[in-house]
């Protein structure tokens, strides 16, 4: 019971924050520590995120790391690790996402759209260092629950349409 009772009210206070003039109002819902299975052309793989707000509330940041299953017997687990800082650019009135990844890549998302439930939110690349020219990247996240979200993260190469690349379903585990 209770639980039903806890996404109406993030709703609600999400909305009215932003009403009031709270940029970080649809991240609020995302600070603490997450996990789940992530699906996907790379494979089979589990995530451990923790969103938190830093100096002030500033910036949120964001850890992600995850273990990906070996491909055949006897093979090891490859682990990938990325962090973020999101921050509120008031030149631009939006939120800036920037994600440096283990592999080299770091990628610059803005929020490029949030839902008028505040259920669904898109970022899209506005740059990727360390990438050929041309490639873009979207996250999109589905609020299923307080505590459970679904991350959609699709590529697009030069000229082309976005395809899914992979699909986390995180529950909060903090």
């Known amino acids: 019971m209770r639980r039903h009772c806890i996404l109406p009210i993030a709703v609600m206070i999400?909305?009215?924050?932003?009403?009031?003039?709270?940029?970080?109002?649809?991240?609020?819902l995302f600070e603490g520590k997450w996990e789940g299975p992530v699906t996907g052309k790379p494979g089979k793989q589990f995530s451990s995120r923790e969103y938190k707000f830093e100096l002030n509330g500033k910036f949120l940041s964001q850890r992600d790391k995850s273990v990906y299953e070996p491909k055949s017997p006897g093979a090891q687990t490859e682990t990938r690790e990325d962090f973020g800082f999101f921050?509120?650019?008031?030149?631009?009135?939006?939120?800036?996402?920037?994600?440096?990844?283990?592999?080299?890549?770091?990628?610059?998302?803005?929020l490029d759209s949030v839902s008028a439930d505040a259920k669904s939110l898109d970022f899209v690349t506005v740059r990727i260092e360390n990438l050929a020219p041309g490639w873009r990247a979207k996250k999109s996240y589905r609020i299923l629950s307080a505590d459970e979200i679904e991350e959609t993260f699709s590529l697009a190469p030069p000229g082309k349409d976005f395809d899914v690349y992979t699909v986390a379903r995180l529950k909060r585990v903090k």
Do not use: C
């Open 14 to 28: 999400a909305i009215s924050a932003a009403a009031q003039g709270d940029p970080w109002a649809a991240l609020r």
């Open 87 to 110: 921050s509120y650019d008031t030149n631009l009135k939006k939120i800036v996402w920037r994600q440096f990844h283990s592999e080299g890549f770091v990628n610059e998302y803005t």
